[in-house]
């Protein structure tokens, strides 16, 4: 495999990561509010054990998935949560002042999946000073604070997506990646499985530089337009998130150009649709509902003081048109 450049007109384009301001329980537009009004006196001492979860954003179906495992979890467990996250996935300094007013409600545990891998590090050790357990949850931190980290194993997913689309473009042919982003430990590693994997072992795949889309649906699609047509003769295009991948898909009827391989990440409706539609081959679903329950069964155990593991896979899979009927598959797809 060669990883090559792309031409003039599609640089590689910085991330800024960032997540909207919210404090406490008050509604703004990147709040996900609370599984039991108690959250307040929960966390200064009532009898449900508190736990404060800040995510990436409310952007995609799949943080309203992870949020659904979450609120269920904790009514099995006794537990009260907040589950909040920012609007969008590129505002960092928001979900800091997220964690930091979290914080401040005394809860009993944090759940935190990071936008940036650095840039929480001086909240958790506040957290874990104040005794204080974290549980991470879809990306990680450069920390060994969290007690354990819920998600999926994101590189050997892209590995499975990049195993697919050579597959189906027989081992031969350029192709084009569209990352949402190359700062949270997920950005990178679904980035990363998949070129590695072409590079292990698709020697006549040829690799445009991926691309930076921010999980955006409109600027993936001016990044697929720009890509076309800088690349008469792309095969594929592999999408990193649902916004990415459903950026490729609209960019492309925008060209109204047909014949490319589309290969994406979670699911949701309009994935769904475009798989099922033939516009997109298929893509790798998680298990979001899995991963709420998760950070929540976790904190409780820490909370009690038992030991867990530093990480807890929640599992991936392949789906396309063959097998999305399936109940197994059904059962991790999101809408």
Same mark, same amino acid.
Request: proline residues 3%.
């Given at each position: 495999?060669?990883?090559?450049?792309?031409?003039?007109? &599609?640089?590689?384009?910085?991330?800024?990561?960032?997540?909207?301001?919210?404090?406490?329980?008050?509604?703004?537009?990147?709040?996900?509010?609370?599984?039991?009004?108690?959250?307040?006196?929960?966390?200064?001492?009532?009898?449900?054990?508190?736990?404060?979860?800040?995510?990436?954003?409310?952007?995609?179906?799949?943080?309203?998935?992870?949020?659904?495992?979450?609120?269920?979890?904790?009514?099995?467990?006794?537990?009260?949560?907040?589950?909040?996250?920012?609007?969008?996935?590129?505002?960092?300094?928001?979900?800091?002042?997220?964690?930091?007013?979290?914080?401040?409600?005394?809860?009993?545990?944090? =759940?935190?999946?990071?936008?940036?891998?650095?840039?929480?590090?001086?909240?958790?050790?506040?957290?874990?000073?104040?005794?204080?357990?974290?549980?991470?949850?879809?990306?990680?931190?450069?920390?060994?604070?969290?007690?354990?980290?819920?998600?999926?194993?994101?590189?050997?997913?892209?590995?499975?997506?990049?195993?697919?689309?050579?597959?189906?473009?027989?081992?031969?042919?350029?192709?084009?990646?569209?990352?949402?982003?190359?700062?949270?430990?997920?950005?990178?590693?679904?980035?990363?499985?998949?070129?590695?994997?072409?590079?292990?072992?698709?020697?006549?795949?040829?690799?445009?530089?991926?691309?930076? =889309?921010?999980?955006?649906?409109?600027?993936?699609?001016?990044?697929?337009?720009?890509?076309?047509?800088?690349?008469?003769?792309?095969?594929?295009?592999?999408?990193?998130?649902?916004?990415?991948?459903?950026?490729?898909?609209?960019?492309?009827?925008?060209?109204?150009?047909?014949?490319?391989?589309?290969?994406?990440?979670?699911?949701?409706?309009?994935?769904?649709?475009?798989?099922?539609?033939?516009?997109?081959?298929?893509?790798?679903?998680?298990?979001?509902?899995?991963?709420?329950?998760?950070?929540?069964?976790?904190?409780?155990?820490?909370?009690?003081?038992?030991? &867990?593991?530093?990480?807890?896979?929640?599992?991936?899979?392949?789906?396309?048109?063959?097998?999305?009927?399936?109940?197994?598959?059904?059962?991790?797809?999101?809408?």
């Amino acid at each position: 495999m060669r990883i090559r450049s792309l031409t003039t007109g &599609l640089a590689v384009t910085t991330v800024a990561l960032g997540l909207a301001a919210c404090g406490g329980n008050s509604a703004s537009p990147g709040t996900g509010g609370t599984a039991d009004a108690g959250a307040g006196a929960a966390g200064a001492g009532g009898e449900k054990p508190y736990i404060a979860i800040v995510s990436k954003g409310f952007q995609h179906q799949f943080w309203q998935a992870v949020k659904k495992g979450a609120e269920d979890q904790a009514a099995k467990d006794g537990a009260t949560i907040t589950f909040e996250g920012p609007a969008t996935e590129r505002e960092v300094e928001g979900q800091i002042t997220m964690l930091t007013n979290a914080m401040a409600k005394s809860p009993k545990a944090i =759940g935190l999946a990071a936008l940036d891998t650095k840039a929480a590090l001086q909240q958790l050790q506040q957290a874990d000073s104040a005794g204080i357990p974290v549980i991470a949850f879809d990306s990680g931190v450069d920390s060994d604070i969290p007690k354990t980290t819920c998600a999926t194993d994101s590189k050997a997913a892209a590995a499975e997506a990049a195993k697919k689309m050579s597959e189906k473009l027989g081992g031969k042919g350029k192709v084009g990646v569209i990352v949402h982003d190359q700062t949270s430990q997920t950005g990178k590693d679904r980035q990363d499985g998949f070129v590695e994997w072409m590079a292990a072992n698709a020697p006549d795949i040829t690799l445009l530089t991926p691309v930076v =889309g921010d999980g955006d649906q409109a600027k993936s699609a001016d990044l697929l337009k720009a890509m076309v047509a800088s690349n008469s003769d792309l095969a594929g295009v592999y999408g990193t998130n649902e916004g990415g991948a459903i950026g490729i898909v609209k960019g492309l009827q925008e060209l109204n150009k047909t014949g490319l391989t589309v290969i994406g990440f979670d699911s949701g409706q309009a994935q769904m649709d475009a798989i099922n539609s033939g516009l997109m081959a298929g893509a790798i679903t998680q298990n979001p509902v899995g991963i709420g329950e998760c950070v929540v069964s976790s904190a409780m155990k820490a909370i009690k003081g038992e030991t &867990l593991e530093k990480t807890i896979d929640t599992g991936f899979y392949w789906y396309d048109k063959a097998n999305i009927n399936d109940p197994k598959i059904q059962a991790v797809l999101y809408q």
